[in-house]
Every structure is written in structure tokens, then in C-alpha cells.
């Protein structure tokens, strides 16, 4: 059974940061990109960003581009989101998820996910 449970979220005004992390366990993930979702209220979940397994290829929604940093710590099947410049805007529950299984390296779009975590809340004061 794979768990995945983030951690880190909270209120902040605009312009400060925060670093997610979400902690896997209960399979294998060597070889499986990692992704971050959002959902705010009203709309849908959107991708915010992916890493591959080695962490040397990231990918991220343009909204998020030069203001958030996905990485990766394998040894402890970690994945974080340091977010910086935090706007308004980006208040939303954030959830990491891990790909299904055979879905190697980047993932984009929430349907190549089977995994997810309960998110956590992240709240940006104007």
C-alpha cells in the first residue's frame, strides 16, 4: 500500500516562502518521476511541477516557473517544493502523487498518476 504524506503547508503573506516535502513509502520508486498538484477552491486540479528519478529533469507549470523548486532526496523517498514569491494566487491545497506503475520519468497530467496524498494547505495573505 503506498502512503504519501506531506507536510510544510501554512499561512504566509505574499512574497514569502515555504518548502513542502512529502515522505513515500510502501513501494518501490526507483526509476519513477514525482509530481506536485494543485486544487483551489472552485477549480480544478492543476500540475505544478515534476522531477524524474535522478532528479536531473524537472518540469513546471508556467505559472510556477522561477518561483518554485522541485527536488528529490531518494535515500529518504522525500520529494520537496520550495516555494518562493508566494502570490495570492497560489493559496491552494497542495498534494504530491507518484505515477502508475510503468509510467517512467516525467508525468504531467494528473490521469498518469494513481498515488496521491492527502495534501496539505498552503494559504498566501495579500
Known amino acids: 500500500q503506498v502512503q504519501l504524506v506531506e507536510s510544510g503547508g501554512g499561512l504566509v503573506q505574499a512574497g514569502g516562502s515555504l518548502r513542502l516535502s512529502c515522505a513515500a513509502s510502501?513501494?518501490?520508486?526507483?526509476?519513477?518521476?514525482m509530481g506536485w498538484f494543485r486544487q483551489a477552491p472552485g477549480k480544478e486540479r492543476e500540475f505544478v511541477a515534476a522531477i524524474s528519478w535522478s532528479g536531473g529533469s524537472t518540469h513546471y507549470a508556467d505559472s510556477v516557473k522561477g518561483r518554485f523548486t522541485i527536488s528529490r532526496d531518494n535515500a529518504k523517498d522525500t520529494v520537496y517544493l520550495h516555494m518562493n514569491s508566494l502570490k495570492p494566487e497560489d493559496t491552494a491545497v497542495y498534494c504530491c502523487?507518484?505515477?502508475?506503475?510503468?509510467?517512467?520519468?516525467?508525468?504531467?497530467?494528473?490521469?498518469?498518476?494513481?498515488?496521491w496524498g492527502q495534501g496539505t494547505q498552503v494559504t498566501v495573505s495579500s
Open positions: 510502501g513501494r518501490t520508486f526507483r526509476g519513477y518521476g
Open positions: 502523487a507518484v505515477p502508475t506503475i510503468g509510467n517512467y520519468g516525467l508525468r504531467f497530467h494528473s490521469y498518469e498518476y494513481s498515488y
